[in-house]
Structure formats: structure tokens, C-alpha cells
């Protein structure tokens, strides 16, 4: 018995460790994918745009459906008087009434539009370029919301990356306080460089704590915007881990490539197809127009007769309108139409103009951002490498606890310029790529994929 005692007492700390390990390899660590789609699932801005893009496509099957003649069931009663007018004499006409003072009535009536002035096609092919148009629309917000969650998570993994390097800061300059305390015992080091030291290794404290802060609110941003659960657990980065060399494409017909992917200039050249449907519109309510309209129904005095033989009645119609006089108003409709187009097409003018600049800027930037991310790199690595040479000089006398700090201060500045060059580098990248038009959810997969071309 005593020996099952101590088998269960060794083995209930395994018991204990099964719940809290097998839920923590539930938990899988995110990635930027799972960020994205839950993005688009569940960010309420891209909810509105997918609605409104869905209400354009209402809008284009309601406008093709003019194109079909309407039915519809017609029941009318008509009085009417004529005072000028005498019934025939009951003796000649018996039983007939050629001026009935009230009438009944019952038909299906049909109306086949066959030529409105145009207004009907263009009617359809107006709201099938409003279709096109929110369709650009909402991959323009789209791509809006998911640059602003790549910039928060790459904001996330800078600022963890900072308390990382302040913490291996901190750890060194507690070894570098234990060894002060050490040599100030034997007589090679002052009071005052010890109280320097402590008061240094006490100034990482509000600094992480800071971080920390900043970890928190970036973190509950991401959740906000994506929808991803509050449980969910983040990566160390979302960075490339990868060393090589930034490879970056500054040659090719960016502009060309730009008018056809960037949704903002898709958007801007079907206004100008807008404006001018529009005003054929405005302009075919004074032309000619063809209509055909049937009827098919029953017509009597006597509302007993409705549905008989004798008060059947049925006719068709071949009706031609032709506008004569309209006190000139198609002159000015005319006018302001041609005012829309003009406007339509400096507006996308002038969006060309801005995104040759936008262009040419960007592409100017990333090259600069990516030889400065080069240089940083290779800051870093020679003052830490620095450091550790004056740590081992400092361990056996060579080097001055002055010197040891110098090189303290400058492997972290290095390390934080390092962290701060990567991230302005992948924001000027994305800028580069939102100019482009190209989609986030795409060319953003090879940032956090070790040894693939991008940033």
C-alpha cells in the first residue's frame, strides 16, 4: 500500500503537466495567412464594402430585367358623364345605352419597351460599370484594411524585437554590475563607476516597461481589426528571419502596370465611363422612342358581363413619340453632361499625375531604406561582436569599465537602428506594392518566409 502511495505521488506531477501541455499544443502560433483571412471574414469596414458591392449587383440584374416587357392585372371602374349628349329612345334602341355613366373594367395589359432613346442599355451598362466600379472599391479597402493590419503587426514585431534586445542589455549589464562589485573588492574599480552601473541597469526597467505597454495596445489593434481570438497566441516575429541581401525591382513599366492593378486608378477611369452613360441617359429622354402595349380584357356597364364573351375586349399598340419642343432643355442637359466627362477626365488625369510621383518617390525610398538596411545590418554585427571582445578583456583586467560601457551603448544603439531600418524598410516596401496595386494578401507571404525575394 505505502509503495502505491508513492507511485501515485510520482507520477501526479505527470497528471498535472498533461492538461497544461496538450492545451498549449491547441494553441498554434499565428501567422500572417490566418491573420488575413480572418481579416476578411471578419473586419466590419470590409463587411460594408462586400455588402456594397453586392447592392451593385443587384442594381445590374434589376437593370437587365427592362429589357423584358412588364405584365401586370388591371381592374377599373370609370364614371363618367355628357351632358351634351341624349341616350337614343328606349322605343328604337331598346336595352342599349351608348353613353353609360359608369364602367367596369378588367384586362391584362403588356408594355414591350422596344427603343427608349437609348436609355435602356445604357441604363444596363451604367449600372454593370457601377458593379466594376465597387469591385475596385472593395479590393481598395481591402487592401487598405490589410496594409493597415501589416503595418500593426510589423509595428508589433519591431517593438518585440526592442524589449528583446533591452533585455539582453539588461542581462549584460547585471554580469557587468556583479563583476564591478567584484573588482571594486579588490581595488580595480571606484564607487562611482558601480553606482553608474546600477543606475543604468535600474533605466532598463521604465524603458521595457514601456515596450510592454506599446506590445499590449499593437496587439489588441491586431485583434480589433482582424477578428483573430483574444487567446490567440503570437510569434516571436513576424519578420523574415532570412540574412540575405534585399532584392528589390526598380526596372520595368511601373506606370502600365499601375493604371491595370491599382484599384484607386481602375476606379478613376470607370468614373470617366460613368459620366459619359450618364449623360446619354439624360440625353435620351428627348429622342424619338417605340413602344409596343397590348391589352387583353373585359369592358361592360353591367359588372355581372366582366368575364364574358360578350364584354372580351383586346387591342395592340405600335406607339412612336418623337420630342419636338422640350423649352430647350436638351441643349443644357447636354452641356452639363459634357461637363461630367471633362471633370471625370481631369480627375483621372490628375490621379495619374500622383501616381507617377507616388511612383517615383516610392521607388526612390525603398532603394534608399534597403541600403540603409544593409548598413545597419552590418553595424550591428561589428558592435557585437565589439562587445563580446571587450566583455573577455573586461573579465581579466584588459579593459576599463568606461570602455565596457561605451560598448554596451553602442551594441544596443546598433541593435535598435538595425530593428528600426528593417521596419522602415517592409513599410516602404508595402508602400511601393499598395502603389503597384498589387494584392497584400499575396506578395506579403514571402516577407515572413525565410530566403524568399522581398524585403
Known sequence: MKQLVKILRSLLPILLWLPVESASASASTLNLNQIFLSTIENNQELKAAQSTLEQARAWEKEAGRHLFPSVSLNANVTHQEYPGYQSLPAGLAPGVDLFPTRLYGASFDVDQPIYLGGRIWNAWRFREVQRQKAEWDQRATQQKVLAEILQLVWNWSAQSEILKVLGESKDRQEEFVRLTRRRLKTGNAREYELLQGEADLISYEPRMSEIKERLIS?????????????????????????????KIEVRGEFLQRSREQNPELRAAELGIQLARLNREIDLGEHRPSVSIKGRWGWSSPDRGDIG????????????????????????????????????????????????????EEGKAALVASGQRLGQSRQWRQKAEKALAEGIKSYRVGLTSNFQVVQLQAARERAALGEIQSRLDHHVKFLNWKLALGEPVEEWSKGLTTPHIKGP
Open 218 to 246: 499593437l496587439q489588441k489593434g491586431i485583434q480589433v481589426l482582424s477578428g483573430i481570438p483574444k487567446t490567440s497566441v503570437f510569434p516571436a516575429s513576424f519578420f523574415s528571419q532570412s540574412d540575405k541581401s534585399p
Open 308 to 359: 364574358s364573351e360578350s364584354a372580351k375586349s383586346s387591342s395592340l399598340t405600335l406607339q412612336l413619340s418623337v420630342p419636338l419642343f422640350s423649352g430647350l432643355t436638351s441643349l443644357e442637359v447636354k452641356r452639363a453632361g459634357q461637363s461630367g466627362i471633362q471633370a471625370a477626365e481631369a480627375a483621372y488625369q490628375s490621379a495619374l499625375d500622383r501616381q507617377l510621383i507616388r511612383l
